[in-house]
Nanobody
Framework: QVQLIESGGGLVRAGDSLTVSCTVSGPTLSRFVLGWFRRVTGKDREFVAAIYWIGGATYYGDSVRGRFTISRDSAKNVVYLRMNSLQPEDTAVYYC???????????????????WGQGTQVTVSA
């Protein structure tokens, strides 16, 4: 079983940068894709980014591409989401999630992820 613990959320101003982290534990992490999603109250969960644990290939949602960067530290078992040029519309609870690498489907579909963290709040003031 994979366990995910997010950290690093907080309150920032528009234009600031922030990095949130996801500490991952469990067997055979090499078999997983790690993703970040976000949710605003009353709205559907939105795909932010994903990374293959092996190889490090990355994918981004349209609303964050060019501003956010996902990365992982295999030695520390941590996945990072570096967020630059933050805007008030980026305000959300950010969740880390994991899904099997070999599962067919689309990385941006949240229902394909089996494991989820508890989330970390990111608030961007105008």
């Amino acid at each position: 079983q994979v366990q995910l613990i997010e950290s690093g959320g907080g309150l920032v101003r528009a234009g600031d940068s922030l990095t949130v982290s996801c500490t991952v534990s469990g067997p055979t992490l090499s078999r997983f894709v790690l993703g970040w999603f976000r949710r605003v109250t009353g709205k559907d969960r939105e795909f932010v980014a994903a990374i293959y644990w092996i190889g490090g290939a990355t994918y981004y949602g349209d609303s964050v591409r060019g501003r956010f960067t996902i990365s992982r530290d295999s030695a520390k078992n941590v996945v990072y989401l570096r967020m630059n040029s933050l805007q008030p519309e980026d305000t959300a609870v950010y969740y880390c999630a994991a899904r099997p690498t070999l599962r067919a489907g689309v990385l941006s579909n949240d229902y394909e992820y089996d494991y989820w963290g508890q989330g970390t709040q990111v608030t961007v003031s105008a």
